[in-house]
């Protein structure tokens, strides 16, 4: 017995040799390096435990290095290129002007010191020269023909008329005006409102009119204009208000036709007496939408600008705080709101603008747009005029020295040269070069691939698919052993029906036939 028993024993090791599992079939076929090292045939031996040890090593280095490289990705890095591109021709860019002074000194009428003297800091609440003492005589008198209230009966007043009709006008402020060497003149600008009133823009995109372009670089391939800024309407100063100028001189500011002008605050000042050289070059700046940057694209929701930008961002903001806060809305503002009266501007509209501008950061969050165009500028003059030219420019236009010193100047705009630069932010680390990485990382460490992990999936597949079909055998078979059995049941016995009981000696070492049976 113990002889049969260990020739069983050696011959299921004998078998089970020759007959290896499917996880040690699978580890000898696999392209994962060193599996099949450590699931050999045979038996096991302290080189298996060392290819163990090497293969946890490297599995674990390399979720060490994947999950680096996966937080690397999660980041959204992304880097800035900037390069330089030659042009033929560059749309030449708008160029808005305006004059420092909002309002003609000599355009004021009686109804309009009634309703916006207050507003003007010419006169007090009640409509009196606050500091007579400090006005010129001319002004006073001006002042005080004006300010006689007397049975005046006071007419409608509106602020855009108001400010269109004593605005200055660029017809008597320009002196002359030149494109490429080309004679233009003020119906080659369009009126504008911003917050210095009214103002002119040249080579706006309008409706019918094809944008300017330019085909050379430096001075005399641009814009110049001579300008007079009319000192003498310049509005007298009695003391420091929030809206008190004391600079003379116009405010310009260079942008895209796509962008309405800021120019209070994105806008540089010329000065009289000066000839302003101004070379700018094009930029182009494209940015990123998150999570890898925090740019813009979609237009606003007021609909009051067609393409999204900060300054459009900025304008729409102010418009709707001021219409909620004050029921109306400032002159330069868009919208089809009612205009604010003087009251409204001094009593609300100004106060609120400039709460708003000292809250901006919670209140207008304008990101900046996907894609923008800005303009570069560099500054230089010269003074005007000359000693040698003074006397022709006092004959030319009928002036003193004094007057064409203290009021004109000459504006020069144009490319630097005929190229632009593109600034644009891409993304630092894709899909691609994720899945690159850790592709690299899984060769190096354990020579694997993605058809590896099919690999690994097919045999798993393989595996549970055995395990349910082995498992759907064993029941079919115990429901077909269960019915084998049932057919097996003891029946009943004829002397059992017999109403009386009659003895049947049977043998007990062999058993009904019933048992015999099974």
């Known amino acids: 017995m113990d002889l049969k028993e260990s020739c069983g024993s050696?011959?299921?090791?004998?078998?089970?040799?020759?007959?290896?599992?499917?996880?040690?079939?699978?580890?000898?076929?696999?392209?994962?390096?060193?599996?099949?090292?450590?699931?050999?045939?045979?038996?096991?031996?302290?080189?298996?435990?060392?290819?163990?040890?090497?293969?946890?090593?490297?599995?674990?280095?390399l979720a060490l290095e994947s999950a680096e490289r996966l937080a690397y990705f999660l980041s959204y890095p992304h880097v800035t290129s900037v390069d330089a591109v030659v042009s033929s021709s560059l749309v030449f860019p708008a160029v808005t002007i305006c004059n420092l002074n909002a309002y003609r000194f000599s355009r004021l009428t009686r109804n309009d010191l009634y309703h916006a003297g207050e507003l003007l800091a010419l006169l007090d609440v009640h409509l009196t020269i606050p500091q007579p003492h400090l006005a010129e005589p001319d002004v006073l008198t001006f002042l005080q023909e004006k300010a006689n209230f007397t049975a005046y009966r006071p007419k409608a007043f509106s602020m855009k008329e108001f400010i269109e009709r004593v605005g200055h006008d660029l017809k008597e402020m320009m002196l002359y005006c030149r494109y490429q060497g080309q004679e233009c003149s003020h119906s080659d600008f369009k009126t504008v409102f911003t917050r210095y009133g009214k103002c002119y823009m040249f080579n706006a995109a309008e409706e019918g009119k094809t944008l300017r372009t330019t085909m050379k670089g430096g001075t005399g391939n641009g814009l110049e204009i001579m300008l007079d800024?009319?000192?003498d309407e310049y509005l007298p100063v009695w003391g420091d208000t929030e809206d008190t100028a004391f600079e003379a001189g116009v405010r310009v500011q260079i942008h895209s036709q796509a962008e309405p002008p800021f120019v209070h605050e994105l806008g540089f000042g010329v000065a009289p007496g000066f000839q302003t050289f101004v070379a700018t070059q094009e930029q182009r700046l494209t940015y990123l939408p998150p999570p890898w940057g925090e740019c813009e694209s979609k237009a606003l929701e007021s609909g009051f600008f067609q393409v999204y930008s900060v300054t459009a961002c900025r304008i729409d903001c102010e418009t709707r705080y001021i219409v909620e806060n004050c029921n109306c809305r400032m002159v330069h503002m868009p919208g089809d709101a009612s205009y604010c009266t003087p009251e409204q501007y001094k009593d609300c509209a100004e106060p609120a603008l400039a709460k708003l501008s000292a809250v901006e950061s919670s209140n207008c969050m304008c990101r900046t747009p996907c894609n923008m165009t800005r303009y570069n500028k560099e500054l230089s003059m010269v003074k005007i005029p000359s000693k040698t030219s003074a006397r022709y420019l006092q004959k030319k236009f009928n002036k003193s020295e004094k007057?064409?010193?203290?009021?004109?100047?000459?504006?020069?705009?144009?490319?630097?040269?005929?190229?632009?630069?593109?600034?644009?932010?891409?993304?630092?680390?894709?899909?691609?070069?994720?899945?690159?990485?850790?592709?690299?990382?899984?060769?190096?460490?354990?020579?694997?691939?993605?058809?590896?992990?099919?690999?690994?999936?097919?045999?798993?597949?393989?595996?549970?698919?055995?395990?349910?079909?082995?498992?759907?055998?064993?029941?079919?078979?115990?429901?077909?052993?269960?019915?084998?059995?049932?057919?097996?049941?003891?029946v009943a016995n004829h002397s059992e029906s017999i109403s009386h009981t009659v003895t049947v000696p049977l043998q007990t070492t062999l058993g009904t036939l019933e048992e015999i049976a099974c």
């Open 10 to 61: 050696q011959g299921s090791q004998e078998s089970s040799s020759l007959h290896p599992t499917s996880w040690q079939a699978f580890a000898h076929t696999s392209t994962l390096h060193g599996l099949r090292f450590i699931f050999p045939y045979g038996q096991p031996s302290a080189r298996r435990l060392l290819w163990a040890a090497a293969l946890l090593a490297c599995l674990g280095l």
């Open 403 to 490: 007057y064409i010193t203290d009021n004109i100047l000459v504006l020069d705009v144009f490319f630097e040269a005929l190229n632009y630069e593109t600034i644009e932010q891409k993304k630092a680390y894709e899909v691609a070069g994720l899945l690159g990485d850790i592709g690299g990382q899984m060769g190096l460490f354990i020579g694997a691939s993605i058809l590896t992990i099919l690999e690994l999936f097919d045999y798993a597949y393989e595996v549970v698919k055995d395990r349910l079909l082995d498992l759907l055998s064993r029941e079919d078979e115990e429901e077909s052993h269960g019915e084998d059995v049932s057919s097996c049941d003891p």
């Open 229 to 231: 800024i009319q000192q």
